[in-house]
């Protein structure tokens, strides 16, 4: 079954690559949606998919890419429509 997911991650992961290995990690696990930098200088990140690969992405999401810093993440369900693929914006 399908659940999509919002999150929005704060800390240094803008400038570091985080959007793009964002959509290579849900390419992998078979997550929908997409990665876009806000003007706070936080990413949010709507992911579509099965409940343990979206368990998986979470986890992934705590630490990004190396040139990351994740200082929070936080999670909430998403109701609306998900994309047909991961995007970044």
Known sequence: MKQCRKFRVKGRV????FRESTRQQASRLGIQGYAINLPDGSVEVLACGRPDALGRLAGWLQQGPPLAQVLSVTESVFDGGCPGEFSTG
């Open 14 to 17: 803008q400038g570091v690559w």
